[in-house]
């Protein structure tokens, strides 16, 4: 299988900063990764497929990047609706599709 | 707009076989295109896929759950459902039901909001 990473776990950030989530696949997964959002109480919904393509309807301040086992998920300027978990989620596998365990974002 | 709605039973005995099933409506269900997942998240943990269905029947299934689990499409009521069987505790979950969508790459753009199952006796 392949095992997703994210760092850090969780973090605390204020409003207007620059937030990044790494998430790295244990192997190769070419640009094969999604990003998750998910507020509490809520069901997860997605912000960036294909590593880097924004879903319809995701404010720009949203943004992803890499490829091959590195990845990484930024918020430009943190607002308070974004606390929530964010995932990683590979579908690069032809059987398994993988999450990240998350990571927690808190506003100061 | 794509909905999805899980129902099925909110508790199960151990080991018996929690059986749920996803609603959809709206979109083209028997659409090629896309594929039909279940993703569980026990309480505060990270989600964790199940398995998919594609229109086709054909499925994949995460090795963890062996053969303890079948994820079955009934185009005709615009439905999919979930049974895993042999459940214990560790099953006590919200289970989603979600769509997915492939163009290129894979990834789930509708999810369910969510229903909570808990094993217990």
Known sequence: DIQMTQSPSSLSASVGDRVTITCRASRSISSYLNWFQQ????????????????????????????????????????????????YCQQTYSTLTWTFGQGTKVEIK | QVQLQESGPGLVKPSQTLSLTCTVSGGSFSSASYYWSWIRQPA??????????????????????????????????????????????????????????????????????????????
């Open chain 2, 44 to 121: 505060g943990k990270g989600l964790e896929w199940i398995g998919r269905i594609y229109i086709s029947g054909s499925t994949n299934y995460n090795p963890s759950f062996k053969s303890r689990v079948t994820i079955s499409v009934d185009t005709s009521k615009n439905q999919f459902s979930l049974k895993l069987s042999s459940v214990t505790a560790a099953d006590t979950a919200v289970y989603y039901c979600a769509r997915g969508t492939f163009s290129g790459i894979y990834y789930t753009d509708y999810w369910g909001q969510g229903t909570l199952v808990t094993v217990s006796s």
């Open chain 1, 39 to 86: 507020k509490p109480g809520k069901a997860p919904e997605l912000l960036i497929y294909a590593a880097a393509s924004l879903q319809s309807g995701v404010p720009s301040r949203f943004s992803g990047s890499g490829s091959g086992t590195d990845f990484t998920l930024t918020i430009s300027s943190l607002q308070p609706e974004d606390l929530a978990t964010y």
